[in-house]
């Protein structure tokens, strides 16, 4: 589904302002059809980066990037992808509704389908009776479920989580991650970014973790701690102590 070959991307140096950004160095990781994978790493390790060149917004500068079968992803390639971004921003007169209509229409589902997906999407998420209001009168945790409802609407085989369950309350912080478990039972690929590792734990086996630029680690999170717990001679070893111990230790 989606596979990193060598990936480097450099953004330039702004006249007076910052100096050239190397934000991917040479990464290789991949997502197979029906796996999920968590992507973790620090503020600037090269996780947005990496979203915006699967999404198509920007291209390798080297190396290659195979989404769905397709190298350099174009626009018609997004069709086929759920993204749910870190921040939602929505037109203030917009309604719920009128979300899902929009967003179906541009994956060329009809009115009909988009009316049955959204009455079972809007329920599962709670906000089914609020579908008709303004999504600028929504609290930010609304906001996140009707984001989920639209990256959802076309029932894409790829979803790019990034932070699903930012502004989110401790039930419904339950019930996106219970949500997420129906959809990787369904059969769905999942890329879930996450500062949150307790639920990154919950949801994926596997992770990848990018600390400036680089792939410090890609593979299982049972692993990961397994080998962790050996280098620190302690049990229990979290993905959290894991991941902080792999990153303060890495030597460039």
């Known amino acids: 589904m989606i596979q990193f070959i060598n990936v480097h991307k450099t953004y330039p140096k702004q006249i007076n302002r910052s100096p050239a950004q190397h934000a991917l160095k040479g990464i290789s990781i991949s997502l197979k059809r029906g796996e999920t ?9 090269g996780k947005s980066t990496s979203i915006r060149l699967i999404m198509g917004y920007m291209r390798p500068d080297r190396g ?5 079968g397709n190298e350099n992803p174009s626009p018609a390639t997004r069709r086929h992808i759920g993204y749910l971004p870190e921040t939602s921003s929505f037109p203030p007169n917009l309604t719920c509704m009128e979300l899902l209509r929009f967003a179906g229409r541009c994956c060329d589902m009809s009115n009909n389908t988009i009316t049955e997906r959204s009455d079972g999407l809007l329920d599962r998420l709670g906000i089914r009776d609020a579908r008709n209001r303004r999504l600028s009168e929504y609290s930010k945790g609304m906001q996140q479920r009707a984001s989920f409802a639209a990256a959802l609407i076309h029932d894409p085989d790829l979803l790019i989580l990034d932070e699903p369950m930012s502004g989110l309350d401790p039930i419904g912080r339950a019930e996106i991650i219970d949500l997420i478990h129906d959809l990787r039972r369904q059969g769905k690929s999942i890329l879930f970014c996450s500062h949150l590792l307790d639920d990154v734990a919950r949801i994926t086996d596997d992770v990848a973790i990018l600390h400036q630029g680089h792939v410090l680690y890609n593979g299982s999170i049972a692993s990961l701690c397994s080998q962790q717990s050996v280098v620190q001679g302690a049990t229990g070893i979290s993905l959290q102590d894991a991941f902080v111990s792999i990153v303060k230790g890495y030597q460039p």
């Open 64 to 68: 290659k990037l195979i989404v769905l």
């Open 37 to 45: 994978l968590g992507l973790i790493g620090q503020n600037g390790a």
